[in-house]
Nanobody, 120 residues
């Protein structure tokens, strides 16, 4: 019943910016951690950024100073603002959320992924 839907991916040139959005839909009682992961061809999925329910954030070293994660609890949405994009940022980006639905304990949910391509 709970779904995470990403949007905002696309093609951008090096140095450009892009903002990803991930909206949670369905019946839910609360949302705990929300994170962005990415996976490039031939690589393992890696954590890009995370934001806890209290607002604390963490970032991979490769994106610190360039990416910003934020959340809007009223809209049940998490964002990833990506600036100064590099070709090595090219990957499929996945939204993750730890969410409690009615009558259930917290469980993991994943979005379908959105492609980000940085190329000139």
């Amino acid at each position: 019943q709970v779904q995470l839907v990403e949007s905002g991916g696309g093609l951008v040139q090096p140095g450009g910016s892009l903002r990803l959005s991930c909206a949670a839909s369905g019946s839910m009682l609360s949302i705990n951690d929300m994170r962005w992961y990415r996976q490039a061809p031939g690589t393992q999925r890696e954590l890009v950024a995370g934001v806890a329910s209290g607002g604390s954030t963490n970032y991979a070293d490769s994106v610190k100073g360039r990416f910003t994660i934020s959340r809007d609890n009223a809209k049940k949405t998490v964002y990833l603002q990506m600036n100064s994009l590099r070709p090595e940022d090219t990957a499929v980006y996945y939204c993750y959320g730890r969410i409690r639905a009615p009558y259930y304990s917290f469980r993991d949910y994943w979005g379908q992924g959105t492609q980000v391509t940085v190329s000139s």
